[in-house]
């Protein structure tokens, strides 16, 4: 058994810490202590760090379950390796949907950067639209390679990219 140490984003609302724990109980995790960071709670969402016991297998098994339940783990550790999830929030505006988002959000996708997040809001199809968008990687490099790409394609696409905002 391995010391295990895991900080998540989780949705502040009745029952979530639950489902988190469930999935370390069924992945044969020894609960050592869980803490709340409520002064940081933002936009609905509160840091969570849990430590706990478990095999490297089953270390695995809870990082699977918090993915497939949609849970952001924000870092993770097992024995002394620390592995931090770095992310980056941007806004597009212009055209959105008639250059394809799909498209758009397809080509940053893949290997080690995912879709965290996506809002659209638009008042037509005919006008411009704007997207928030929130992406995740393993690594910075990997994370700075896809904002790189993610510029390349608000160019080709005629997108206004917005990559400094305040929240």
């Not at 998540?8 to 469930?22: A, F, H, Q, T, Y």
């Not at 933002?42 to 949609?70: H, M, N, S, W």
């Not at 809001?121 to 993610?150: E, G, H, N, T, V």
């Amino acid at each position: 058994m391995e010391d295990c140490k895991i900080k998540l984003n989780l949705l502040d609302k009745p029952g979530e810490l639950s489902r988190v724990l469930d999935v370390i109980a069924q992945n044969n995790g020894n609960l050592f202590s869980v803490n709340h960071i409520r002064e940081v709670k933002r936009e609905g969402y509160v840091p969570v760090v849990i430590q706990f016991q478990a095999t490297q297998e089953d270390f695995a098994g809870v990082l699977k379950g918090l993915e497939d339940l949609g849970i952001e783990v924000l870092e993770k550790r097992i024995g002394g390796t620390w592995e931090a999830q770095r992310s980056n929030e941007f806004l597009l505006i212009g055209h959105i949907i008639d250059t394809d988002i799909r498209d758009t959000l397809y080509r940053i996708w893949g290997g080690d950067v995912i879709i965290r997040s996506l809002n659209i809001s638009l008042k037509s199809l005919r006008d411009p639209s704007s997207a928030f968008i929130k992406i995740s990687a393993k690594s910075q490099k990997a994370l700075d390679d896809a904002m790189k790409k993610m510029e390349e394609i608000a160019k080709e696409k005629h997108l206004l990219l917005i990559t400094s905002i305040e929240t």
